[in-house]
């Protein structure tokens, strides 16, 4: 995710509506969790923030795609890629919005195995 940039194993990772903006697909955001496991210590913890069953966002006028998933499936990518939740919170959406189409908000704790 760095790469050509080589970083020391972190404490803490924070994720803010990224994951289902730079994937394309469940595959896509599995590996991208691979790779934030990577980055992480043992022990370390990921922060998650996401926006669950979004389809598009918009920058500009510019309409864009977005990777769609729901809460049981983000927490199955974490425990499968090697992280405990600690917590987790969904809140559903309360506003309507041209710019951005989603049904909730998702914030998961968990750490890194050891």
Known sequence: MTDPIVLPPADCIISFWL???ISKDQGDY???LR???RLLKPGG???LLG???M???TVGKDKLYAFTYNEDFARRALVGEGFVIDDCVVKKSAAVSYLVDYKAII???AH???
Do not use: G, M, N, Q
């Open 51 to 53: 926006a669950l069953d």
């Open 112 to 114: 890194k195995e050891k």
């Open 55 to 57: 389809t598009y966002y």
């Open 107 to 109: 914030f998961i704790a």
């Open 45 to 47: 913890h990921l922060i």
């Open 35 to 37: 790779k934030f496991s």
């Open 30 to 32: 599995i590996r991208y």
């Open 19 to 21: 994951l289902e903006v």
